[in-house]
């Protein structure tokens, strides 16, 4: 599994011309699954968002997801996503605390892992999240967020998934 995660985070970083972050993810779920999650986001992008929103940033973040159920390694799952997040900063200056934000689509390899089935391999991701800039003098984050995956009732059963992950963030 984590060979699958540094061979996404190199083939991620050669796009470094079109992407601002690559981030590296693990995760877990209450439904005995555990994963890994990498990925790259274009921070900033040009697009003014409603002052009633507080003006957060606006990013667009795609990763590859693989999570495995912890009592049959042989189950797994595979996802790619599609996120815009919004960020607000919320304290600090030189070691500043973002709140995170999003929903966005998924495509999933299959429709079932362990006892949850989704019904369809498309979903949506809703996601909210930490992030911390660690260090004054790297642009490096810790994240820490919950992610929901759901088909929204669009087929029945609707199982979702719900996972809770750190990620190390690092821009370029």
């Known amino acids: 599994m984590w060979l699958r995660a540094s061979l996404v985070v190199l083939i991620i970083s050669s796009f470094s011309s079109f992407a601002d972050e690559v981030h590296v993810a693990g995760a877990y779920s209450t439904d005995q699954l555990r994963g890994i999650k990498a990925g790259y986001r274009i921070t900033n992008l040009p697009v003014e968002m409603p002052t009633w929103l507080g003006s957060p940033d606006l ?46 689509g998924s495509y999933f390899d299959k429709t079932q892992i362990g006892n949850r089935r989704l019904s369809t391999q498309f979903q949506f991701e809703d996601r909210v999240s930490l992030s911390w800039q660690y260090s004054q003098s790297s642009d490096a984050r810790v994240t820490l967020g919950y992610t929901h995956y759901s088909n929204a009732d669009i087929k029945r059963p609707n199982d979702g998934l719900d996972f809770v992950w750190l990620s190390w963030v690092l821009p370029f």
């Not at 990763?63 to 304290?91: E, G, K, R, V, Y």
């Open 59 to 104: 990013h667009l973040e795609a990763a590859l997801n693989h999570w495995q159920d912890s009592n049959n390694t042989a189950d797994n799952i595979t996802a790619f996503t599609i996120s815009p997040i919004l960020s607000w900063q919320i304290a600090g200056n030189k070691r500043p605390l973002f709140v995170e934000t999003g929903i966005g």
